[in-house]
Nanobody
């Protein structure tokens, strides 16, 4: 079973930056899509960024222009660069991996807190 290991989040001041990483416990082949989601208390988990195997990316309007998703294919590691952070970005961030065979894997989540 593959486990996704996320970097530790931290407290950041409003306007600051933070980079999250997510790596699988073992090499994963035939990755289809890698994504980051976030969940605030009492709210549903929401998509933050997606990158396809061909490198295409997608972001919701709430983070577009501030967040950047990227991948190191050799390590099957996905990164989320977050700039110009706002208090409303405070959430638990989860990475997600989907293979072409339909396998779906989630990270355990990492807390990001943005202070005003």
């Amino acid at each position: 079973q593959v486990q996704l290991v996320e970097s530790v989040g931290r407290l950041v001041q409003s306007g600051g930056s933070l980079r999250l990483s997510c790596a699988p416990s073992r090499r994963v082949f035939r990755i289809d899509v890698l994504s980051w989601y976030r969940q605030s208390p009492g709210k549903q988990r929401k998509l933050v960024a997606t990158i396809g195997s061909g490198g295409s990316t997608n972001y919701p309007d709430s983070v577009k222009g501030r967040f950047t998703i990227s991948i190191d294919n050799a390590k099957s590691t996905v990164y989320l660069q977050m700039d110009s952070l706002k208090p409303e970005d405070t959430a638990v961030y989860h990475c997600n991996l989907i293979t072409t065979a339909g396998g779906v894997y989630w990270g355990q989540g990492t807390q990001v807190t943005v202070s005003s």
